[in-house]
């Protein structure tokens, strides 16, 4: 049985409502409205996604279905606090920040949590994207998962606990292994060399999570407790990146301790 194309309003001009905005119109759904405070931004977004712009929070159309607010995570509130449409359902897209910050902006609300990384000049597989519901009511949850559904092929249900967990958990996997990126580039460019180098071993690591779990995937000299190739970095980083040492000596301790047990 094909899904009911909802009306959906975008509140938002960043990463996350680009991609999601683009993939909401391939699922088959009306964008009827993006509002944005900023009018620059916003009326680029509105032009890429064929839809109406407006800076009013107070414009939503009275045939919208869903309004999700797309935007950081320490604006949802304050969004939020402008709209006010009851009978129309109002979602989220954060991990970390709980339904209830959206107030009274509705009677209905949600969380719309895209669990992926998004940069506006990168394609994303939205089918491939785990999206995480939560309603405050089953007639609530059961239209998000429907939106949701015309998006992703992967769409679960998970309370506000889950969620958090879930992000915390994203944050290590994907934040936190990027950061090292960061790290290693750094010291590549300020060593006269260039992050190509380890660009083939970045990928081949990240493709290994498909045969296994990470903590059996784990190589390098702390999992062998490797103390002389270890103790040999430390003196290097002291010439290089002394400000890493204990990063590497706190990283590669938890390392050891892990495949201890």
Not at 181 to 189: G, H, T
Not at 236 to 256: C, F, G, H, R, W
């Amino acid at each position: 049985m094909p899904l009911e194309p909802k009306n959906v309003v975008l509140i938002g001009a960043g990463h996350v409502a680009f991609h999601l905005g683009k993939a909401l119109k391939r699922g088959g759904n009306k964008l009827l409205l993006l509002i944005n405070r900023d009018q620059k931004r916003g009326e680029r977004l509105a032009f890429e996604l064929g839809c109406k712009f407006t800076t009013d929070f107070k414009a939503i159309p009275e045939e919208t279905d869903v309004v999700i607010i797309a935007v950081k995570d320490d604006a949802i509130s304050e969004v939020a606090s402008k709209i006010f449409c009851p009978g129309k359902v109002v979602a989220h897209t954060s991990g970390s920040v709980p339904m209830s910050a959206l107030g009274d902006a509705s009677d209905r609300l949600g969380v719309f949590y895209p669990l992926q990384t998004m940069h506006r000049g990168s394609e994303v597989n939205m089918k491939e994207v785990p999206f995480c519901i939560e309603g405050s009511s089953n007639w609530n949850e059961g239209m998000l998962l429907e939106l949701a559904r015309s998006i992703s092929d992967n769409v679960q249900v998970l309370n506000s606990e889950q969620r958090r967990i879930t992000h915390i958990a994203a944050v290590f996997a994907c934040n936190f292994t990027n950061h090292f990126y960061a790290l290693a580039d750094d010291i590549l460019q300020k060593n006269g060399m260039d992050l190509d180098i380890l660009r083939p071993l970045i990928r081949k690591t990240a493709n290994n999570i498909n045969n296994g779990h990470p903590k059996d995937l784990q190589t390098g000299p702390a999992k062998r407790n490797d103390t002389k190739v270890m103790q040999e970095h430390l003196e290097m980083l002291t010439q290089i990146a002394p400000d890493l040492k204990k990063l590497y000596e706190d990283v590669s301790e938890n390392i050891i301790l892990m495949h201890k047990k």
